[in-house]
Structures are given as C-alpha cells and as structure tokens.
C-alpha cells in the first residue's frame, strides 16, 4: 500500500459521493486550500451511481424548495461554469394522486411552492397525456405540472463531473484510503488517520453515506441515521418512450417514473422498507447490497393502471443502495456543536443525489466564511444535541420516515410523531 502523497490540508472530506464530491469541487472553487477527498474504496462506487437521479422543485418547506432550485442551477449550468460535461435531461414532471387524501397534501403542496416562487399549474388528462404519453390519467384526482424538475439520465455522471471538475481545481482524491481514525485536541479536530497514513488537518466533512455514523463514531460524534435500502428497476426499451418525456410521480402509490435509456425506471417507498447496516469490512461495497426484485415490481403493480406500458416490459436492470434516513427526514449538514471542525453533510433521507449540488456549495461557503449562506438551521446537527437516540429506536424512526415519504399528515402512523416529523416528501 503506497504511502498517502498528502499529509497536511485544509479540509479533508470523507466519501466521494454526491454529498462528498460535491462539497469538495466547492471548497476549491471557493477557495479552501488544500483540500483532500478520501474513499475507502473506488471514488463514486457507492450509493450516488445507484439513484433515479430525479430533482424535485416541489419540497416541503422554503429552505428545501431554495436548496432544490439551486441544485437544479448548478447542474444544469454545470459545463457552462466548469468545462466538465454533465447531460441533464430538463424533462419536467407530473405530480399526482388518486385518493382524496393524497390529493388534498398536493393541492396545499401547489400552493405553498408557488409562494416560494416554483412555477407549476394544475393539468387535465388530456394535457397530462399529452405530456407525458406512457400515462393513463384515469383516477387521477389531481395532477400538476411542473416544468422546473429535471433528471440526469446516467446518475454516474453527476459524481464524475464533480470529481473531474474538482480535480482541475486542484482536489486531490485518494481512492482506495478509508479514514479510519480521527485525531483532536481540546476539542477540536486536527487529523485524520487512514491505512495510508495521517493527513493532519482542522476541517473535517463526513460524508461517507451509509457508513457517516462509523466515522462520527471515530470522533466521538453520534450520527443519529439508519441505513434502508431503496431499488429502482428499468425496463427494456419500449416503443414511443422518448428519452425527454416528464417524469411523473403518483404519491398515493409512493412510486416514481421517468423514461430511462428506451424504457421505463419504476421505483418508490415500500411500506416495509429493509434497514441494513452495511459491513465495516472494507472489501464490502454497495455493489453487495442484496437485491429484491419484487421491490420495484410491487411498485411498478400499483402504478399499472396508469402506465399500462410497464406490465408487459421485462426489466434490463434492477439496482438498489442505501439511504441514510434521519428521525425527523432532514438533512445532517452543517458543523457539529460538540467538536470543533466535524462537519456532517448526510442524513440524504431519499433526496441526496438532487441536493448534493447545493448543500455541498452552502457548506463549502460555510467552511471558508464562516457564516452560512442561507439559513440552514433546519438542516443543522445540532437540532439532535442532548438527543440520544437507541440503535432500534433509530430504525424504527428511519424507516417510518422512509414508509411515509408521501404519507399526508392524517394518515400517518403515529411513530414518527415522536419527533414532530414531517411527513412532506422532499425528492
Ligand atoms: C435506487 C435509488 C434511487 C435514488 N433516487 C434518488 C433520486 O432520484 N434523487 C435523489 O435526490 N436521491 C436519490 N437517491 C438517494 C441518493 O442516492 C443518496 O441520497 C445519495 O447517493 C447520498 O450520497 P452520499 O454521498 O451520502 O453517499 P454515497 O454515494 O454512498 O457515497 C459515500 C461514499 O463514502 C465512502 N466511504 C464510506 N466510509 C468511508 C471511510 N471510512 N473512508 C473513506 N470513504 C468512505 C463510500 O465508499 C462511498 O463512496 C436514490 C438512492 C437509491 C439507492
């Protein structure tokens, strides 16, 4: 194992994800020094490569619908601002619902985001069939549009494109290097320590996805997240699917759609999600996540109606990782109140493949001025201080979280309550 060429920087960020990739390429832009990027394995291996890659402009509070639009920018401005190729597909999406429940969570949905400035209309089935022609919208309650959302078609692509535009801006990424120690003094932290060697530092980011909790262990810090999986599958080609159309999501079903490589992508929010803490052994990769094809096929059964197209589709790929879902369904970002320069960017909650762009930019601006560019109170690790929370205790919130990801508020079970969760989705 060749020795690590770095032994001093400015920030060292742990996991080249979409969270971790994202903030590194923005703390060089922003001029953060020497920053450092760790992967224990192969940079972008993990669960990021794994998403539906779909940005949703309608989220459920301000913060996040700024946050959403912000990502959106970036990736879609992404060439013009580095150079670096990243396709983006500026689909636009239908939202819709078939129960009166679900309907009445969209219609007050439409209304806060267009006070947050999200452009979206309501739409009859004749337009939604002319938009999205793989719909039946028989049942539909309501549906809306909105122009804004976006895909990316290859979900690889976006956490290359950091990578690639990072490194031009001077990043170094140390593949093959879990972090596996932190080092601090009086509370604050000043190293890192990987089987490569120590790289001494007083700025730290957590972000290694399903294993953040391990390194928060290793400075002492608690990462309150359960890990669950989450599977999408893609059919074979199907005629008359062109690669643009809109994305569409019909919460009563908890499931997705978006027109992926001549086919169709399915997936949603199982009511009985698998929590699944990933192996610390370092050969262990998202790669080795057990896989359920009934997943994505039960799924796909309760949109069937409405997309009548995927029941005879054979799917060409079946593929799932791990979401680290908070008790609340926020996000961890931000530093942590109890060591000094042990910052979080985790907690994706479904929705970090989306919002990396942003919440990496606003943590890079944080780190090298100081102050957050936006409030990002709501997202804050310290929410959770004095909070102590059981490993089952954990899961059973993460879960809930993940079970009720389109949930309104009066159907929800009574779990999440516990602590004030909201039920409003946010990918
Ligand atoms: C099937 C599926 C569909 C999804 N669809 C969407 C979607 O449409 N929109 C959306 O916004 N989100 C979506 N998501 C969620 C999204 O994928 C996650 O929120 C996002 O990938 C989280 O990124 P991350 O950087 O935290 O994790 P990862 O991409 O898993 O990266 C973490 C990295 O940390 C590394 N690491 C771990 N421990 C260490 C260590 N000790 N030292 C060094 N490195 C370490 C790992 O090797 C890994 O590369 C989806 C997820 C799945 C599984």
Redesign the pocket.
Known sequence: MKPLPVREADVVV????????STAYHLAAHGAGRVVL???????????????????MVQADETLTRLSRRSAEIVAGFEATTGVELPVRRSGSILAARTAAHAELIRSELSQSRSWGVELEAVDGAAVKRLAPYLEPEGFEIALHVPGDI?VEE?ATL?SAFLRAGAARGVAVEGR????GLRSEHDRVTGVI?TRGEIACRTVVD??????A??GD?ARVAVPVATV????AITEPIAGIAPDLPITRIIDASA?LRPARGGLMV?GFEPDPLAFAPPLDQAW??ADLPIDPAVPAQMAAGVEPNAPLLSDAPYCEV??????MTPDGRFLAGPVPELEGFWL??G?????????AAIGEALAAWITTGAPPLDLSTLAPARFAGQRFGKRELIDLGVWQYANYYTPPELATATGAVVGASPLA??
């Open positions: 742990i996991g080249a994800g979409a969270f971790g990739c760790l992967d224990k394995g192969h940079p972008g291996e993990g669960s990021s490569a794994r998403a539906a890659g779909l940005f949703k895909f979900p956490v290097t879990p972090a596996i990987t972000a290694a996805g399903a294993w953040a391990f390194v290793q999986r989450h599977e999408l997705y997936g990769t998202i593929r799932g990782g791990l979401f680290t960017n985790t994706c909650n479904g929705s970090g493949f989306s919002f990396a946010t990918a």
